[in-house]
């Protein structure tokens, strides 16, 4: 029985470990124009750190398209729920944004890519 529940922790925490490391390899194309680190500026888009909570187009030291800027007009705000449906396909959920990136299709890689900007140990 103890065999079985050390085999169930090592087999939970690969599968917590991989799952880290996909959001890791998912959030990599990103930072060509993002960062998640709150201190660096200057890239192509916003600055990312503590986006979950946070309105949309939230980063005052960035200039948004306007239907994110509409979006934070209307007290928009980055849930888990709203992330993901970005993710999948940001051009209809927002048409006329800047930002040109295809969504994630498989909704397992976009959980690990949630998990990962959700969760700043996973970085």
């Known amino acids: 029985m103890k065999l079985l529940a050390v085999l169930f922790f090592l087999a939970a925490s690969a599968a917590s470990a991989t799952g880290e490391e996909n959001g890791a390899r998912l959030f990599a194309p990103c930072r060509a124009c993002h960062s998640l ?17 946070r309105k949309i187009a939230g980063d005052a030291a960035f200039d948004y398209s306007p239907v994110l800027r509409k979006a934070r007009e209307e007290g928009l705000h980055w849930d888990a729920q ?21 969504g994630i299709e498989e909704p397992a890689e976009r959980a690990a890519l949630l998990r990962f900007l959700a969760d700043p140990a996973s970085r």
């Open 82 to 102: 709203r992330l993901n449906r970005f993710l999948a396909d940001p051009a209809e959920m927002f048409p006329g944004l800047w930002m040109s990136m295809r």
């Open 37 to 53: 680190d709150a201190a660096e500026r200057g890239l192509p888009g916003p600055n990312l750190a503590g986006l979950i909570g």
